[in-house]
């Protein structure tokens, strides 16, 4: 019986070395962190919905021909992806102005932009992910201009998919984050959307009354997280068999 070996432990997420060479698990904690962890709270259950939406989500991107690194859910709390080297960028669309955008360009929130709106931030928990451009991503090697296209055309590709699942269920996708990884075949390299999509890195507002239903709840002291994750959960049809439960990361072998 061997352990798996923690490669990473993120805010919201532990990374483990896979069972097979090139494939990782992805373990959802119940921690909820806002303001680069200077707010902090375990919200019991949200590991358990994020698992089940991100699963949900990356599924229906890689049905619709939109390459993710899912590979399946394990359990509650886990699941196998492909492993790739993260491009270190947050990748931002918009459709709504709301957030740090309302804030830098006083834009009210809610106010429709547009066009969806395309933004990068450098990775860096220190700096605080600062908002950077193209220039800075192209001098700087984060990414190619060949990536950008290519991350550019996954942005919008995801912006589509998941603004038309969210208006079928009555919700109004303002905005979402998304990160995108290299995998290699062989010498051949590809990007794939990566790390998680779920209501910690997406905005989602009901259409009938503008309720929010994601992470600003914590955010902003709003009310109860889980049961705003539940509901966008029970709207699309995504709800845990057996009530969220505190578990502990499996063992293998
Ligand atoms: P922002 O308006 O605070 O820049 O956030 C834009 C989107 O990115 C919003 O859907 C929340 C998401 N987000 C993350 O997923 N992680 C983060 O660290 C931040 C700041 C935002």
């Given at each position: 019986?061997?352990?798996?070996?923690?490669?990473?432990?993120?805010?919201?997420?532990?990374?483990?070395?896979?069972?097979?060479?090139?494939?990782?698990?992805?373990?959802?904690?119940?921690d909820a962190t806002a303001f680069n962890a200077e707010k902090?709270?375990?919200?019991?259950?949200?590991?358990?919905?994020n698992n089940r939406l991100s699963e949900f989500f990356m599924m229906g991107l890689n049905n619709v021909g939109v390459p993710t690194h899912f590979l399946k859910r394990l359990n509650m709390r886990e699941q196998l992806c492909r492993s790739c080297e993260i491009i270190p960028l947050e990748i931002i669309v918009r459709n709504y102005a709301a957030g740090s955008m309302s804030?830098?360009?006083?834009?009210?929130?809610?106010?429709?932009?547009?066009?969806?709106?395309?933004?990068?931030?450098?990775?860096?928990?220190?700096?605080?992910?600062?908002?950077?451009?193209?220039?800075?991503?192209?001098?700087?090697?984060?990414?190619?201009?060949?990536?950008?296209?290519?991350?550019?055309a996954l942005a919008l590709r995801v912006?589509?998919?998941?603004?038309?699942?969210?208006?079928?269920?009555?919700?109004?996708?303002?905005?979402?984050?998304?990160?995108?990884?290299r995998v290699y075949d062989g010498d051949f390299q590809r990007l794939v959307v990566?790390?998680?999509?779920?209501?910690?890195?997406?905005?989602?507002?009901?259409?009938?009354?503008?309720?929010?239903?994601?992470?600003?709840?914590f955010r902003r002291d709003l009310g109860n997280l889980a049961d705003a994750y539940t509901e966008v959960a029970r709207r699309l049809g995504v709800m845990p068999k057996q009530a969220p439960q505190p578990t502990k990361p499996t063992l293998i072998n």
């Open positions: 019986m061997a352990r798996r070996k923690k490669i990473y432990e993120g805010k919201a997420k532990i990374i483990y070395e896979g069972p097979e060479p090139g494939t990782i698990v992805q373990y959802f904690k119940d902090k709270d375990v919200i019991e259950g949200k590991g358990v919905l804030k830098r360009l006083g834009i009210e929130e809610g106010t429709q932009l547009p066009r969806p709106i395309v933004e990068y931030c450098y990775k860096d928990d220190k700096l605080g992910d600062p908002l950077v451009s193209e220039e800075h991503i192209a001098a700087f090697g984060w990414a190619s201009q060949h990536d950008m296209d290519d991350i550019v912006n589509d998919f998941m603004s038309g699942i969210m208006f079928g269920v009555g919700i109004k996708l303002i905005d979402f984050k998304i990160e995108i990884g990566a790390d998680e999509i779920s209501p910690d890195s997406c905005r989602l507002w009901d259409i009938e009354t503008g309720e929010k239903l994601d992470k600003d709840v």
